[in-house]
């Protein structure tokens, strides 16, 4: 089979890459997309926009072939809510998985019982960014905009279907809310609890696995492409990335240090235990019999963004940073939940804050950029441990870049972590899944990204060991203050 492009539209920016048949990366390119921040946490985007980096990034990496590519390979963000008509046009601007204007709706479910009781259903945790409380704050909002819709979807498939003309949904981003993922299948008492159920019309049934579609006119004329060329739509990022990352046996894990700190770690079955917080989600994957359980906490190197922009320096001196302040950073500790949105993992709180505390005049700006960092990769080893990781751990994703955060997660995690040799690894899943799909999945263990091995230093375990306790707990009461006086209906 000849070479395949994937394109992975990501929050920010939309990337390209083809691959040829044996793994190897021949072009790329990458765009940025306009993210919309509004008053009262609503953070957007405009469908038109996004459709012109896929256009772009497609056109530029397929003049860098000897002739067209075999198939297109979509992945992206995930959650949030892409509305369209039936021509695929958008009926409102789509609104990202970062949006907070439905942390009321989310409280509010929380404090009466729906919460857990969907969890119980599906085994899904919700947050402000997801389907469910953004539908419904639509209902309540906007009822007219719903009325104008016909499909209520996500990124990947409102591309897929200005390129194919056709509805469709991967059964990965499905999955949260309202999916049974081992049947595939919606759970209808799961829209009526969230007083959705005169909006199930909205919801495509998931594609069943190896569906492949392929370019209208439209899509050619976007892309530059033949028309009829397959397109394969899925799965969305996080499992994309843990395919491409070589995430392939049960309790093997993925982290992605990225916008979001996405956890997630390979299992055969959906255990879902009624009795425990009604946080992450489980993720269909292109195999009927396996499930991502992923801990995807809302804030990774936005956390680094904001503390680095507050002291005035930059990512380029962020390892000299970290060197000039030890482990524990000189009492200096953080809380890294600086969402609009809150958090949405390991648990669910719509008003969960960022904090710095232990500030002194001594404290140094390296201080100050380590505890942040260290804070963050708390949040890691506290979403793997929720996910249950027991196996191999690869780290991807623009935090990896840093060889001394990279450092502090494995000693954090207290386990050797494998980074990736190349930073496209979810085109390269897409690229993986696409391939599986047109029949010819070849050797896997070719197709993954090849990594390199950073290991924990074994005298700062105490420290660390010492170091999360102290998260556990400042976490536990800061739960308590917010909980306490969080946002209302």
Same mark, same amino acid.
């Given at each position: @089979?000849?070479?395949?492009?994937?394109?992975?539209?990501?929050?920010?920016?939309?990337?390209?890459?083809?691959?040829?048949?044996?793994?190897?990366?021949?072009?790329?390119?990458?765009?940025?997309?306009?993210?919309?921040?509004?008053?009262?946490?609503?953070?957007?985007?405009?469908? =038109?926009?996004?459709?012109?980096?896929?256009?772009?990034?497609?056109? =530029?990496?397929?003049?860098?072939?000897?002739?067209?590519?075999?198939?297109?390979?979509?992945?992206?963000? *995930?959650?949030?809510?892409?509305?369209?008509?039936?021509?695929?046009?958008?009926?409102?601007?789509?609104?990202?998985?970062?949006?907070?204007?439905?942390?009321?709706?989310?409280?509010?479910?929380?404090?009466?019982?729906?919460?857990?009781?969907?969890?119980?259903?599906? *085994?899904?945790?919700?947050?402000?960014?997801?389907?469910?409380?953004?539908?419904?704050?639509?209902?309540?909002?906007?009822?007219?905009?719903?009325?104008?819709?016909?499909?209520?979807?996500?990124?990947?498939?409102?591309?897929?279907?200005?390129?194919?003309?056709?509805?469709?949904?991967?059964?990965?981003?499905?999955?949260?809310?309202?999916?049974?993922?081992?049947?595939?299948?919606?759970?209808?008492?799961?829209?009526?609890?969230?007083?959705?159920?005169?909006?199930?019309?909205?919801?495509?049934?998931?594609?069943?696995?190896?569906?492949?579609?392929?370019?209208?006119?439209?899509?050619?004329?976007?892309? *530059?492409?033949?028309?009829?060329?397959?397109?394969?739509?899925?799965?969305?990022?996080?499992?994309?990335?843990?395919?491409?990352?070589?995430?392939?046996?049960?309790?093997?894990?993925?982290?992605?240090?990225?916008?979001?700190?996405?956890?997630?770690?390979?299992?055969?079955?959906?255990?879902?235990?009624?009795?425990?917080?009604?946080?992450?989600?489980?993720?269909?994957?292109?195999?009927?019999?396996?499930?991502?359980?992923? @801990?995807?906490? @809302?804030?990774?190197?936005?956390?680094?963004?904001?503390?680095?922009?507050?002291?005035?320096?930059?990512?380029?001196?962020?390892?000299?940073?970290?060197?000039?302040?030890?482990? *524990?950073?000189?009492?200096?500790?953080?809380?890294?939940?600086?969402?609009?949105?809150?958090?949405?993992?390991?648990?669910?709180?719509?008003?969960?804050?960022?904090?710095?505390?232990?500030?002194?005049?001594?404290?140094?700006?390296?201080?100050?950029?380590?505890?942040?960092?260290?804070?963050?990769?708390?949040?890691?080893?506290?979403?793997?441990?929720?996910?249950?990781?027991?196996?191999?751990?690869?780290?991807?994703?623009?935090?990896?870049?840093?060889?001394?955060?990279?450092?502090?997660?494995?000693?954090?995690?207290?386990?050797?972590?494998?980074?990736?040799?190349?930073?496209?690894?979810?085109?390269?899943?897409?690229?993986?899944?696409?391939?599986?799909?047109?029949?010819?999945?070849?050797?896997?263990?070719?197709?993954?990204?090849?990594?390199?091995?950073? =290991?924990?230093?074994?005298?700062?375990?105490?420290?660390?060991?010492?170091?999360?306790?102290?998260?556990?707990?400042?976490?536990?009461?800061?739960?308590?203050?917010?909980?306490?006086?969080?946002?209302?209906?």
């Amino acid at each position: @089979m000849r070479v395949i492009v994937g394109v992975d539209v990501g929050t920010s920016v939309t990337k390209a890459v083809a691959f040829a048949p044996d793994g190897a990366a021949l072009a790329s390119a990458a765009r940025p997309s306009r993210l919309n921040r509004l008053p009262g946490g609503r953070v957007e985007q405009d469908l =038109e926009d996004v459709l012109g980096t896929v256009a772009e990034v497609v056109r =530029e990496v397929a003049v860098a072939l000897p002739g067209p590519p075999a198939a297109l390979a979509l992945t992206g963000q *995930g959650d949030g809510l892409w509305l369209r008509d039936e021509a695929g046009r958008a009926v409102r601007p789509p609104i990202s998985w970062l949006d907070g204007r439905a942390s009321g709706t989310v409280a509010r479910w929380r404090s009466d019982g729906t919460l857990a009781a969907l969890h119980a259903l599906t *085994g899904s945790g919700l947050f402000p960014g997801c389907h469910a409380p953004l539908l419904r704050w639509l209902a309540e909002h906007e009822p007219r905009t719903l009325e104008r819709a016909a499909v209520a979807g996500y990124c990947v498939d409102a591309v897929a279907q200005r390129l194919t003309g056709v509805i469709t949904v991967d059964a990965s981003d499905a999955s949260l809310p309202f999916l049974d993922v081992t049947t595939r299948t919606y759970v209808p008492g799961a829209l009526e609890l969230c007083g959705l159920a005169d909006h199930a019309r909205l919801l495509p049934p998931p594609a069943a696995p190896g569906t492949v579609l392929a370019l209208d006119e439209e899509g050619a004329r976007l892309t *530059g492409l033949p028309p009829g060329l397959p397109v394969v739509s899925g799965p969305y990022d996080l499992p994309a990335c843990a395919i491409g990352s070589g995430v392939r046996d049960v309790g093997d894990g993925l982290l992605i240090v990225g916008t979001t700190l996405a956890c997630q770690v390979l299992t055969d079955r959906v255990a879902v235990d009624p009795a425990a917080d009604p946080a992450g989600m489980w993720l269909c994957t292109p195999d009927p019999d396996r499930w991502l359980r992923a @801990m995807p906490a @809302m804030v990774g190197t936005a956390a680094l963004e904001w503390v680095l922009d507050l002291t005035g320096t930059t990512t380029a001196s962020l390892d000299t940073l970290l060197g000039q302040s030890p482990p *524990g950073a000189n009492g200096v500790t953080a809380l890294p939940f600086l969402s609009g949105a809150g958090e949405r993992a390991p648990f669910v709180e719509p008003a969960a804050q960022g904090r710095l505390d232990g500030l002194t005049l001594a404290s140094t700006r390296a201080d100050t950029v380590r505890a942040v960092c260290e804070s963050v990769a708390y949040a890691a080893r506290h979403c793997l441990e929720a996910a249950g990781l027991s196996g191999r751990l690869a780290l991807c994703g623009g935090g990896a870049r840093s060889a001394a955060w990279t450092e502090i997660f494995a000693n954090v995690i207290g386990r050797p972590v494998a980074l990736p040799d190349e930073p496209e690894v979810g085109a390269r899943g897409a690229v993986a899944v696409a391939r599986r799909s047109l029949g010819d999945p070849g050797d896997a263990s070719r197709r993954r990204a090849a990594s390199r091995t950073v =290991e924990p230093r074994s005298g700062l375990r105490g420290a660390y060991e010492d170091g999360y306790a102290d998260y556990r707990d400042r976490l536990a009461r800061a739960l308590d203050e917010w909980r306490a006086s969080g946002p209302g209906s």
